[in-house]
């Protein structure tokens, strides 16, 4: 079984319905460079007229992708019953999810719901994959995780203009 980094959800939302490739470049790069891996991404385009269009890339094969709804399953399985009999069942549920992809139709429609007309966004699944030898030498050095969040540029002119 594959070693799996920390995943990311990230939902962006872009003015108007042409996609300039920009990000996917930058993706391909860090892809790479291993450091990241595309889980899922979907985009979603709404034209003016409320029309929806919508693609959807990964950079899992299908086994890498039942394997890794396997492992979400079991966890939300073990979660939910708190034994070994949850972790199978949620294991065998996740993969079987997954075959369809990992976010699945339903959040093209959740998006293009949400999102204004003349619009486009996009969901993504990122796996930090740099963050693996970091994680697994906490774990060696007896670490444990208390608590994870990130701070963007934006949150801390917040908490600048907060004080002010």
Partial sequence: MEEFGPVQ???LGFEGTEFTGEVLRELRRLKQSDLVRVIDLVAVVKDEQGDVAAVELSDL???????FGAIA????GLGMEGDEEGFEAGAIAGAEA??????????????????PLGSRAAVALLEHRWAIPLRDAIVRAGGVPLA???IHPEDLVALGAAKA
């Fill in 98 to 115: 997954a075959e369809e992809g990992i976010l699945g139709e339903e959040a093209v429609w959740s998006i293009a719901d949400v999102i």
């Fill in 61 to 67: 094969t299908d086994d890498e992708r039942a394997e």
């Fill in 9 to 11: 959800i990230m939902v």
């Fill in 73 to 76: 399953g079991a966890l939300i």
């Fill in 148 to 150: 994870d969040s990130w």
